[in-house]
C-alpha cells in the first residue's frame, strides 16, 4: 500500500487536486465479468456531490464519473474485464479567486502548514490534495466495490451524533438516513437538527459530528491475524477520511466500562442449528476476523476547519497574523462524509473477501 | 502489507502460538550501524511480561529474547548490518493441560469461532496464534524501532480509565506509569485502582481499561496523503493489538461536540520565531501529516474475555454447552497493553521516518 | 506491488486499453520541487510513437501527454508537489473495424487465448490492454523517473541485433542509436539492416532483435538483499515489457562459459584512490547491489506476433480456423522497445534510489 | 514486497547469514489444512545441502529445519493452519577462522565491496547475508509452496550446460538430475563433465552453467498484465539466486533470430476439442498469462568467484592488495543452484494460484 493507494488486491489509486482539471482513481485486482457502467456509479457520486441543500457546500460540481478503461461490451453489455479500471472526474466550478490569502497563510486546523512543511511547497487552492473533493474518487471506487460484494451485503451509514444532539443507540434507523438533507439515523431528529445547523451556519460556525456504520450480510471468516485484521483495515481507512478523528468498533471505548461477563458476546445455536450471538458487543469481529454478526463501528468528526471567524495563524514568510476562511464551505464535513464511511467501507469488504478467497478458497 | 506483516519499510513479520516452541519476529528495513544487542530489547521486554504482579497472568515467562540475525560485531561492538534481523523467544511455560476443554468449545469473546469458521483449524491451545502472547514480538520490534528513532522521540503511554474509574485529563502524568503495577498514569488513584481490580480479580471477573499515548520530539512533515496519513497508519495498527476496540487521535470523539472556533488550533511564532500552536485539538497531525506537536491518541481496550463466570456457548460439533474459563489471566488486559501501545507506535513512526526520507530526503 | 503498478517507492500504475478513449499512468512517491511539464514528457514519447518510418506501425497517434494532477506553480515554474501525478494520453486512431475477425478467433503468439481463459472475456480490440500501446504510460512515466535521477545518471539503449545480424560489443555506439530510424547502435549496420528489415515487411513478416543497455553514473550502493536485487528487479521490469523473452546483466548467459579467473572483475586503485574495476562482467551488480560501473543488461524480444502468413488457429468457440493478422503491424516490435527499456531502467532506478535513501539515509 | 520478502500472498520472508547461529524463514499466506511435517521439508533440503560429493563444498551441514510454528495436530496428524510458518534450520559448520583475510580485502566477483559501500559494515564471514547458504531457505519455502500447489504440477530443473559443455535441446532428460552427482539432466554427458569438473576443480579455479526448467500441469490463466506477468515474475525469482547472471523464457534469446512465422505457436483441438499448441516458442507465456502448455526457462550461472589464483584487488582501508580466496567451495555454484531453481518457481507458482483465485475465484 502506498500513499495514495488503498487495499492489497482490490486496490484504489487516487490523485487529483481541489481546483485542478480533473480528480480519479484506478482501481486494479477487480475482479472481471461483473456488469458495470457510468450509470452504477453515479448514484453514489449523487450523495456525496456539493450543492445539494444549504447544510453542504454551495460548490456546483456534477461528479459526473467516465470510465476510461477495464470494461468491455461483448455483446451482452459492458463488463468489467479484470484490467485496471480508470474513473475520470472533472472539476467545473474551481473559482480559484476565493483562495487568494491562503496561499500566504496557514488555515489553523487544515492541512496547509503540515503539507508545507512535508512538501516545501503545495497547491493552496482549495486545500489541493488534502481537499475534500478527493473524496468524490473514494465513493467512485465504492460503488465498484459494491458490485464485487453483491447485493448480500448491505453496508449503510448514517449522522447519529452533531454537535451535542446524540440519536440513542436503540432510536437509530438508517431507513431515515437518505430521507433528510442532514443524513441523519433518525427522522425525529431534523427538525431540531436542523435549525441547530443553520443557527451554525449562519454564525459562519461549524461543528463536530458522529456517522455509524452497519454492515450487514458479511459471512464468518473474512479478515485475517494480526496485521490485516478487519477492524484494523476498517479503522485504517475510517481514519483515512478527511476530518476523521476517532473510530470506534462494536462497543467501542464504551467497552472500557464493562465487565468480562457484559462484553463477551454468548453464543446458541439457532433453529436450523446455525451458530447465534446472544449479544453484538465485539461489532462482528473477534480476533480481526468476521463472525457472521453485523459488522458495526463509529467514526468521529471534526468540525469544517474553514469559518468565518477571524482566527490567528502564521505565514509562510514567518509572520504572524489573523485569517477569516471565506469561500463557500460545509457547516458540518461530516454530513458529506456518510457516503465516503460506506464507500471506504465496501473497499475494505471487497479486499477482505478477495484475500479470503485467495487463501482459504 | 500481509497479513502477519507490518510496516512499509520499516517492516516487522511476526510469528508464533501461544503453547508453540516459540514466538518470534523479524525486522526487516532496518538502517545498518545502529548499536544493538539484547540487551536493548529486554527491559521493554520485561515491561509487558507476565507474572509481575497479581494483576496479571500468572504464567511465569522469561520472555529472553535471542537475536539470531542482522547484527555484527566488527570490532567496536555489535550493529546493525541492514539485513534482516531474526528475533527469537521461547515459550517455556506452556501447560497445555489447562486447555483441553476449549479445543471443543468456543470461549464467548475470544477469537476461537473465527479462527476455526475461517480455517477450519485452529491451534486452540491458550488461543493460539490470538493470544496475546504474540504482543511481545512486537515489543522487541518495538524496541528496535525506538533506537531508529533515536533519543529525541519520546513514546509514553499510561492506563488513564479502568471500568468506570478516569484519570481527570489534567491530572495525566506519564511519569507515574513506571512506579505502579496497574500503569497507571497518576500515582493518586493507584490505591483505589488497586482495591477495585482486587475485586475484580477475586470475583473471576475482568474489565476494560482506556491507554493514553503521547509521543514528544515528531517533526513536522512525518505522514502523508492519502492512505499512508499518519493518524489512519496509527489507527491501524492500534486497533491491530489484541482487545482494542476503539482509538481516538487528539480530541477524537470529543470533536464531534466542537465548533470550528474550539477544534482549530490557532497559530503563532514563539520567541525564536519557531510556529508554536496555542492548542492540540489535532493530536499533532493535521492532513495525515505531522505538524511538530506532540502526536496524542487513546486506545479503548475490551476486558479479559477469559471469566470465570459460567456462559452459554456452542460447540465445533454443533452443540449447546456452558463454559467456565480456567487457567491463569488478566483481570484487566489493558494493563499489559500499555508497552505493545508504545511499540506499535514506534514501530508506525520509524516507519514513517524512513518513508519521509524516501520521498523528501 | 500489484498487478499493473510497478515499483515500490516510486509506484508507477498504469492503464488503458489499445482501442479505449484513453491509455495513462499515475506516479506517486514522487519527489517534491522537482521541475515539471507536459514538455518534458514529449520528446521521450515522441521517441516510442507509431508512424515514425516505415519500419514501425503506420497507426497515426500524436501521444500528446496531459498533466492531470501532482504538479503546481506557485510563481518560480511548476514543481512537482509531492502528491500523485496523473498523465492521460488520448488515443486518436482506434480503427476498430481492421478488428473484426479476431474477436472469434485467437492470434497465434498473442496474448488473446491466454486473456480469455484467464478472465472469460477480453477486449480484443487491438490486443486490448496486452497491446504495445501501453507502453506509452510507461514512456511517460519513466521520463519522470529520469527527472528524479537527475542528469548524473545517463540511460542508454539501442538495437545491436535483430534476427542473424549482430554487432559486434566492440562496435557498438550508443551514440548511433537516435540518428537511424532502426534505433541500431552503429551507424554501419544501418544500410544492410534497412535492406533486411524492408525484406521482412514487404514479406509481411516480422523478426525478433536484441536490445543492449548501458547506465552510467549509477553510485555504489543501490539495490539490497536478496528480493529486492537490483538486478532482479531490472530482469523483472524488462522481462514485463511486451515481447520480451530474456534479460542478462553484465556477461550473461556467457558467464556460464567463463572460468572464476576470467569472470571475477578484479579491483585497484585510480589515481584519486578511488575504486575502479579492470573489467565489468558482473554488468555493475554484485550480490544485487550496484558498484558503481556501469549497468549493463541485454533484452531478447520475439518477432512481432501479427503477421500477414495465414496461420493455423482456434476460435473461442472451439473451431479450427486460419488467421491472418490484416491491419496495421511492426515488422520488429523491438525497434520502439528500445525508448521502453530506457524508461523501464529509469523507473527501476527512481525506486533504488528512494529505498537506499530510505534505509541508509 | 520487502528486501528480503518475496511473494505477493503466498510470502516468504528469510533471515540469517552464512556464520551466524542460524538461518530461517517464515512463510505467510500459506492456505490451512495442508499436511506438513518436517519430513515433507527435509528430501528437498538434502538435494541442496553441502558436502554431497566433490564437486560440492565440503561445509558438513545436516540442513536440518525445524517447524516453530503455524502448524497444527488436532488428531489427524499436523496441518497448515493459515497462519505464519516459522522455519529454522541451525548454523552446524560455521568454521570463521577459514574467513579473516576477507574482513579486510573484498572478494573479486563477491558482494563484499558492493555491502560495505551500501551499508558501512557487513558480516564478512563466509559471505554473509549473501552466501549461497540463505538459498536452504528458500529450498524449505518451495517444498511448502510444492504441497499448496498439488502433484499434479511437476516442477524439474536440471544442469544443461557446463563451461563449454551443452546438452543438445533434443536430449535433455529431467529424469537423469537426480541420477548423477552433477545434476546434469542427460545420463550421457556425466562422465565427460565430471572428467572437466575435475580438472577445473584441481585447478582451484570454477566454472559457470546453465540450468534449465521445465514445469508441466500449469493451468491456463495463472499470471496477470502487466507488472504481474507470470515472466517478469519468474525473471525476478530466478534472477534473485545467487550467482544468476541471465534468464530466458521460452525460445529466449534464440526468438531475436526467428521470424514471426517460426516464432508464433500455431494451435489446434486435439481429440477432446481441447486447444493443443504446435510448438513452445513461448514457453507456456502469452501476454504475461500461462496457456496450458509447459513453462519453460533458463538461467545462466556465472561461476563461482572464489578461487585458489591470486587475483588484484583493494581493501576497505583504500589499499591494493591481492588476494587468494581459501576454504570450502563449490567448483561450479549452479550445480547446487538446481533445487534453488525450483524451489523459487513453485513460490512464484504457488503465489499466482493465489493470486489468480483472489480475482477469478
Same sequence: chains 1, 2, 3, 4.
Avoid at 15 to 20: A, I, L
Amino acid at each position: 500500500m502506498s500513499h495514495n493507494t488503498f487495499g492489497h488486491l482490490f486496490r484504489v489509486t487516487t490523485w487529483g487536486e481541489s481546483h485542478g482539471p480533473a480528480i480519479g482513481c484506478v482501481v486494479d485486482g477487480c475482479p472481471p465479468m461483473i456488469p458495470l457502467t457510468e450509470a452504477d456509479l453515479q448514484p453514489w457520486l449523487d450523495q456525496r456531490k456539493p450543492g445539494g441543500s444549504r447544510f453542504v457546500t454551495q460548490r456546483k460540481e456534477s461528479d459526473t464519473a467516465r470510465i476510461l478503461s477495464g470494461v468491455f461490451d461483448d455483446g451482452d453489455g459492458p463488463v468489467t474485464t479484470g484490467t485496471p479500471i480508470s474513473i475520470l472526474i472533472e472539476n467545473e466550478d474551481q473559482r480559484s479567486k476565493d483562495y487568494g490569502e491562503i496561499a500566504r497563510a496557514y488555515r489553523p486546523g487544515h492541512a496547509d502548514y503540515a503539507y508545507q512543511a512535508k512538501y516545501g511547497v503545495r497547491d493552496h487552492r482549495g486545500g489541493g490534495r488534502s481537499s475534500a473533493r478527493e473524496t468524490a474518487s473514494r465513493v467512485a471506487a465504492g460503488a465498484l466495490a459494491r458490485k464485487v460484494l453483491g447485493d448480500g451485503i448491505r453496508i449503510r451509514a448514517g449522522v447519529v451524533q452533531i454537535g451535542p444532539h446524540r440519536i440513542a443507540p436503540d432510536q437509530i434507523d438508517f431507513d431515515a438516513v437518505h430521507t433528510n438533507p442532514l443524513f441523519a439515523a433518525s427522522a425525529e431528529v431534523v427538525g431540531d437538527w436542523e435549525a441547530y445547523l443553520d443557527s451554525i451556519r449562519k454564525a459562519g460556525s461549524s461543528v463536530g459530528a458522529v456517522v455509524a456504520l452497519e454492515v450487514t450480510g458479511v459471512p464468518a471468516g473474512w479478515g485475517a491475524p494480526l496485521y490485516g485484521k478487519l477492524d484494523s483495515e476498517l479503522a485504517a481507512a475510517l481514519m483515512s477520511i478527511n476530518a476523521a478523528k476517532g473510530v470506534e468498533i462494536g462497543a467501542g471505548f464504551e467497552a472500557a466500562e464493562l465487565t468480562g461477563e457484559q462484553n463477551a458476546d454468548e453464543m446458541r445455536l439457532d433453529l436450523n442449528k446455525q451458530p447465534v450471538f446472544l449479544s453484538n458487543k465485539a461489532g462482528g469481529v473477534l480476533g480481526g476476523i468476521s463472525t457472521g454478526q453485523p459488522v458495526t463501528a463509529r467514526v468521529a468528526f471534526k468540525p469544517t476547519s474553514s469559518i468565518l471567524t477571524l482566527r490567528q495563524t502564521i505565514t509562510r514568510d514567518g509572520e504572524e497574523t489573523d485569517l477569516r476562511t471565506k469561500g463557500r464551505h460545509d457547516p458540518c464535513v461530516a454530513l458529506r462524509a456518510v457516503p465516503v464511511v460506506e464507500a471506504m467501507t465496501a473497499c475494505v469488504l471487497a479486499d477482505a473477501h478477495l484475500r479470503h478467497r485467495a487463501q482459504v478458497g
